[in-house]
Nanobody, 119 residues
Framework: QVQLVESGGGLVQAGGSLRLSCAASGRTFSSYAMGWFRQAPGKAREFVAASGSKGFTYYADSVKGRFIISRDNSKNTVYLQMNSLKPEDTAVYYC?????????????WGQGTQVTVSS
């Protein structure tokens, strides 16, 4: 099972940017689908973005055009570049890894990193 550690969260003003990182253990990182989810207080965890092992990317409609997921297989790291942040983006952001994008929610998870966007 892959181990995941997120970093890069923090406090930012609306309209600002943050880049989250997720470092993964293991030798087969390039074969994993990687994704980002988030959970705001009092709300269910929701999908944000995913990157398949062959490079396909998918985004939630709420972040499309503002967030970019990318991966560096040489560093076993996946990133989430978040631009034009809004207060409603405030949440704990989690990284996930699985054999396919469809099974991300049942895969390995990191501990999460807090993102707070002030208005």
């Amino acid at each position: 099972q892959v181990q995941l550690v997120e970093s890069g969260g923090g406090l930012v003003q609306a309209g600002g940017s943050l880049r989250l990182s997720c470092a993964a253990s293991g030798r087969t990182f390039s074969s994993y689908a990687m994704g980002w989810f988030r959970q705001a207080p009092g709300k269910a965890r929701e999908f944000v973005a995913a990157s398949g092992s062959k490079g396909f990317t998918y985004y939630a409609d709420s972040v499309k055009g503002r967030f970019i997921i990318s991966r560096d297989n040489s560093k076993n790291t996946v990133y989430l570049q978040m631009n034009s942040l809004k207060p409603e983006d405030t949440a704990v952001y989690y990284c996930a890894a699985a054999q396919s994008i469809a099974t991300l929610s049942a895969g390995s998870w990191g501990q999460g990193t807090q993102v707070t966007v002030s208005s």
